[in-house]
């Protein structure tokens, strides 16, 4: 089975322009989750999404946003980028309609906004 | 309410030397557990998870992990550390009731010295 896809994997940005990342869930997961990662922050969980709705969301503002895909694809989206928003961000798929299924995890995409 | 307190932000080890991370977890239903490992500039990858079964886990790598409910703890040990060990461990929790919801620890780091 393929992992998780995320593309880019790498991406220079300047302040003010908006981004968008895409992630592909492995096959037959609904659940996509995105997650920013920081040295000083860690990790943050950004939203989580399942069967196209967005099920839980974490404490960023509204310029981050994201959707799904009927095909469980999801992307995110920043606007407006700030320079604190230079990141790794990460999404992770899981079944999400399962006790015990864990997140699997891709290798994220650098996200530098100069 | 769930949380996770990794409690050594950095651990040092030689080649050769036994491994243990430690992990305490808060959780008001039946918890799940698992352990993820980060190289840089990488996704996670799942190291083991605990599901209420068996209470000692084992995981890939030579990495395992026991769960000890009166402690509420879930350590995870290996017994001679290798070169290609040194990465950054998280522990993170899930609950039966919760089970699309995270909680991850701040990360320990390991180090393994020649």
């Known amino acids: 089975k393929a992992g998780v896809t995320q593309t880019p994997r790498y991406l220079i940005k300047t302040r003010g322009q908006q981004v968008t990342l895409s992630c592909s869930p492995i096959?037959?997961?609904?659940?996509v989750s995105w997650y920013q990662q920081t040295p000083g922050q860690g990790l943050q969980f950004l939203f989580e999404y399942f069967s196209e709705t967005q099920r839980n969301k974490g404490n960023f503002p509204g310029r981050f946003s994201g959707r799904q895909f009927s095909n469980s694809r999801s992307e995110m989206n920043v606007s407006t980028l700030e320079l604190g928003d230079s990141a790794l961000y990460l999404c992770a798929s899981s079944l999400g309609s399962e006790h015990n299924s864990p997140l699997h995890f891709g290798n994220g995409t650098r996200l530098t906004v100069t | 309410a769930q949380s996770v307190t990794q409690l050594d932000s950095h651990v040092s080890v030689s080649e050769g030397t036994p491994v243990l991370l430690r992990c305490n977890y808060s959780?008001?239903?039946?918890?799940?557990l698992f352990w993820y490992v980060q190289h840089p500039n990488k996704g996670l990858q799942l190291l083991l998870k605990y599901t209420s079964a068996a209470t000692l886990v084992k995981g890939i790598n030579g990495f395992e992990a026991e769960f000890k409910k009166s402690e509420t703890s879930f350590h995870l040990t290996k017994p001679s550390a290798h070169m290609s060990d040194a990465a950054e461990y998280f522990c993170v929790v899930s609950s039966r009731y919760n089970f699309n919801k995270f909680y991850f620890g701040s990360g320990t780091k390991l180090n393994v010295k020649p």
């Open positions: 959780s008001s239903y039946s918890p799940s």
């Open positions: 096959s037959g997961h609904r659940s």
